[in-house]
């Protein structure tokens, strides 16, 4: 038998299949898996003979920014948004295969936060220098464009 799995397929009776041991996995696979497809934030693949669920793995990841810079000379020029849209294309091609609930990044100081801030990012409530955004909010409009021919 060839071992192929596929992606996440909501036809496939999820509510059949039994890990045997663990009861949250088979609740996950029947009822939760196909939301967090939607929601981004996670991508499911399966393995599937004959119509049957034989296991499953979920790939989940969130994404640090751990670096991101403009040069003096070239500051307040739009290249930050430019490299931010860059970024974002990116996490989202990535999102592909793994689901990305976030995009996150350790601003360098309250000025870099405030930038951040005017991006979309939100702070966390415990660190004002750690901010994230939901891929939700680009994912859409990335995958829109990128599917848009370019003239």
């Known amino acids: 038998m060839p071992f192929i799995t596929t992606p996440f397929?909501?036809?496939?009776?999820?509510?059949?299949f039994d890990c045997g041991k663990h009861p949250a996995l088979n609740s996950y696979?029947?009822?939760?898996?196909g939301q967090d497809?939607?929601?981004n934030v996670s991508r499911t693949f399966m393995l599937v003979d004959s119509g049957v669920l034989q296991g499953f793995y979920i790939l989940a990841a969130t994404v640090l920014l751990s670096r991101?810079?403009?040069?003096?000379?070239?500051?307040?020029?739009?290249?930050?948004?430019?490299?931010?849209?860059?970024?974002f294309m990116r996490v989202s091609s990535m999102s592909?295969?793994?689901?990305?609930?976030?995009?996150?990044?350790?601003?360098?100081?309250s000025e870099a936060a405030d930038y951040y801030r005017s991006l979309g990012f939100v702070a966390s409530p415990s660190n004002a220098l750690r901010l994230a955004i939901l891929t939700k909010t680009f994912v859409g409009a990335v995958r829109g464009a990128a599917a848009k021919p370019s003239v």
């Open 9 to 16: 397929d909501k036809d496939v009776d999820r509510a059949a």
């Open 29 to 33: 696979i029947a009822e939760y898996a």
């Open 37 to 39: 497809e939607r929601r």
């Open 68 to 87: 991101f810079a403009v040069s003096k000379d070239h500051q307040r020029q739009g290249l930050g948004r430019r490299l931010l849209k860059d970024i």
């Open 96 to 109: 592909e295969l793994a689901g990305v609930a976030f995009l996150v990044v350790d601003a360098k100081d």
